[in-house]
């Protein structure tokens, strides 16, 4: 059995992430900003769910992170870096500091932390992270600007961290989930009709995707499944980015 760690697993796509492993036996530490979200997460995950409050922001605490992880629960298998915020604004009123503060979040927390696990993963010769991207990464869709920056980066990011970590045993993969009806976007879709007709006429299958469906790609990207598999972005989107 494996030690996973879930960055925002306390809700959403990263609790049915953290779920998945931890109903498969695993070792699951989710990480997240919300305490009361945390102690929800692990009663309902169950004795496999170990919980940290942290901010990953605090950039300069990320060594002291890792090492903590290694020293409680042991050596970090798996990475999933979930963690992730939105904003829905028009492009020129997007100011310079809500764009640093997208890219703080979801990018470089990102990189900092993988930068953190993989020196215990080099360690071992061994490991495998799992990004989470977006399907505006894809395309371009009005008012998410800066959300979109950040998730091409995360799939550049990938790429680059796949060659070079690869040949030293660490897989690197990522999920770019579609629309998913967690709480937050059905709601947005259902309160713009316009919208969710736009989103459905452009989804092959005709129906909105559920966390549990990112967390079995997630897993079977985590697994020794995939062995043979890095670098790749794999799109959970019932067809969307290839619909008309």
Do not use: W
């Not at 996973?4 to 953290?18: D, F, K, M």
């Not at 990320?62 to 904003?87: C, Q, Y």
């Amino acid at each position: 059995m494996k030690n996973v760690i879930v960055t925002g697993g306390g809700s959403g796509i990263g609790l049915a992430i953290a779920e998945k492993f931890a109903a498969q036996g695993h070792t699951v530490i989710i990480i997240g900003r919300d305490e009361q979200k945390l102690n929800a997460a692990r009663e309902r995950i169950g004795g496999n769910c170990h919980t940290l409050s942290f901010d990953l922001n605090k950039l300069d605490e990320l060594p002291a992170l890792a090492e903590r992880i290694e020293k409680t629960f042991g050596f970090p298998d798996i990475l999933v870096n979930n963690a992730g915020i939105n904003l829905k604004k028009n492009f020129e009123e997007v100011t310079d500091e809500d764009f640093a503060r997208i890219q703080q979040v979801n990018v470089q927390s990102v990189f900092a932390f993988s930068r953190e696990i993989v020196k215990s993963m080099l360690r071992e010769g061994k490991g495998s992270i799992v990004n989470i991207s977006s399907m505006a990464s894809q395309y371009g869709i009005p008012k998410v600007i800066a959300y979109t920056a950040s998730k091409s980066a995360i799939e550049g990011m990938t790429r680059a961290m796949a060659t070079e970590l690869s040949p030293k045993g660490i897989r690197v993969n990522c999920v770019a989930p579609g629309f998913i009806a967690t709480e937050m976007s059905a709601k947005a879709l259902n309160n713009d009709p316009e919208r969710k007709a736009k989103v459905m006429g452009r989804t092959p299958m005709g129906f909105l995707g559920k966390p549990e469906d990112v967390a079995e790609a997630v897993y079977f990207l985590a697994s020794d499944a995939a062995q043979y598999i890095t670098g790749v972005i794999l799109p959970v989107d019932g067809g969307n980015s290839i619909g008309f």
